[in-house]
């Protein structure tokens, strides 16, 4: 049977490529071989490579077929990430498992209850702002990190005071930054280094702030079923209180594992997300300022939903999300039989993922790809296999409508309130930070002025 071609330099080498420059080795790939290509790279099985697809007919064909037509999307495939998240993650069940899990957690997600947290990530926002030192350079992204850790807590864990909080909050940013950079993200795709020799191992270290951070969530989570959480509207209360078609909720196992898949998928994408959202904005003078002229017409102090339903703020979040998307690649599918895609014919079991940053930069989808142009947004709609940000089919990301509304509004309270000048005197690049793409700079700022207090937005 006819595989998509692929890399024939040696397995190793390919794995440091990805590793090191995953963009460099995406953009070659797709040069020599097109809309599908093998990646030894990534795949344990000599015989059956993953493929990459980024051709939007491929990704319909995989992303609306996967639920066990010819694609099936196992949650063992994620192991990587086993080790952070837990096994009783959502992004690590399959099939019955998934489903229940999905249930259980998708009504915190979406409706009226999104909307109590708006005040929440505005109110930290303007927060963590203002206690940034004037006409000093600071790097975007953690303050950034500071903003979405905070709301994370405060929204998702219930926590905003207290011994618990003081402790946990430092402790989930040192678990973050435990694969801040590309040589520290290796100890994913390593094994051998994946060995606890204590403090002087970085998986040593990693592994002693997850038991501290293990032992303060399942605390929290104890704690909380013994008390009365009918009237708490955050994501862990309703957590608590979900139960599935017998009646039954989850376990504290299940709770604990989605309140860190939570925290890494919520906390961390959405720091990056916005850190480049701010670059852009600044390196475009005239996109920043069609932006603020558009909060400008919503007057002194718009509500929540009338920011979040802008249309330019909403292409300015589409286009930052599509140049450089922070997720790389969906979640692997597996062919569940023998499937024609894109003139090849794939054996059963073979991996595969739709490619988001290869998707996102077709010439024949995007004009001028490398261009930065919220308007394309405005201009036509594209489909769910021609623009993915989060993903698409059987594994979309759960958290994509909070992840979407956090993201405007922390935009909207920011430039409303700051004049902000970019401090970067090169254009930055992305690099890998764990799986996921991140400014490599963090996007150096510094705040020029605090504009009038009733334009707070």
């Known amino acids: 049977m006819s595989l998509p071609p692929g890399s024939k330099a040696p397995r190793s080498l390919q794995l440091v490529k990805w590793i090191l420059d995953p963009m460099g080795y995406m953009n070659e790939a797709a040069r020599q071989y097109g809309d599908i290509f093998a990646v030894p790279a990534i795949s344990r099985d000599s015989e059956r490579p993953a493929i990459f697809v980024s051709h939007p007919e491929g990704l319909q064909h995989l992303l609306s077929r996967d639920r066990g037509q010819d694609f099936t999307a196992p949650g063992e495939m994620n192991s990587i990430l086993e080790p952070i998240v837990g096994d009783r993650s959502l992004i690590l069940l399959s099939d019955r498992a998934h489903q229940r899990q999905r249930k259980l957690l998708m009504p915190p997600f979406h409706g009226d209850r999104m909307k109590t947290y708006g005040d929440t990530i505005r109110e930290i926002s303007d927060r963590v702002m203002a206690t940034l030192p004037h006409n000093r350079v600071f790097k975007m992204r953690s303050v950034m990190q500071n903003i979405t850790l905070q709301v994370i807590m405060q929204a998702v864990f219930g926590l905003e005071s207290g011994e618990r909080y003081r402790e946990l909050k430092p402790l989930l940013t040192q678990l973050t930054e435990f694969t801040s950079t590309p040589l520290n993200s290796s100890v994913l795709f390593f094994n051998f280094l994946q060995k606890d020799w204590g403090k002087w191992s970085p998986w040593g270290r990693m592994m002693a702030t997850k038991k501290r951070i293990d032992e303060l969530l399942y605390a929290e989570i104890r704690e909380r079923r013994q008390q009365d959480c009918g009237d708490r509207q955050d994501i862990l209360s309703l957590m608590l209180r979900a139960q599935d078609e017998h009646g039954e909720g989850m376990s504290d196992r299940e709770l604990h594992d989605e309140l860190v898949t939570l925290l890494f998928a919520g906390h961390e994408t959405t720091a990056s997300a916005l850190a480049w959202a701010f670059y852009w904005l600044h390196q475009n003078p005239a996109i920043s300022a069609k932006l603020l002229a558009e909060l400008r017409e919503l007057g002194p102090n718009p509500d929540s939903l009338s920011l979040y339903k802008l249309p330019y703020l909403t292409a300015v979040c589409s286009e930052t999300l599509r140049i450089y998307p922070v997720g790389m690649l969906t979640f692997f599918r597996q062919t569940t039989q023998t499937v024609d895609l894109m003139g090849y014919h794939l054996p059963p079991l073979m991996p595969i993922a739709a490619c988001i940053y290869l998707a996102h930069r077709r010439p024949e989808t995007y004009p ?80 020029t002025e605090v504009k009038a207090k009733q334009a707070i937005a």
Do not use: H, W
Request: proline letters at 9%; aromatic letters at 10%.
């Open 368 to 447: 001028n790809p490398e261009q930065f142009r919220p308007e394309r947004f405005l201009e036509r709609d594209f489909s769910p296999y021609e623009f993915l940000p989060f993903g698409a089919g059987a594994r979309r990301c759960i958290g994509s409508a909070l992840a979407l509304y956090e993201m405007k509004l922390v935009l909207a309270t920011v430039l409303s309130r700051y004049s902000l000048a970019l401090c970067e005197k090169r254009p930055v690049q992305p690099q890998r930070r764990g799986v996921t793409l991140t400014p490599a700079t963090g996007v150096r700022m510094k705040i």
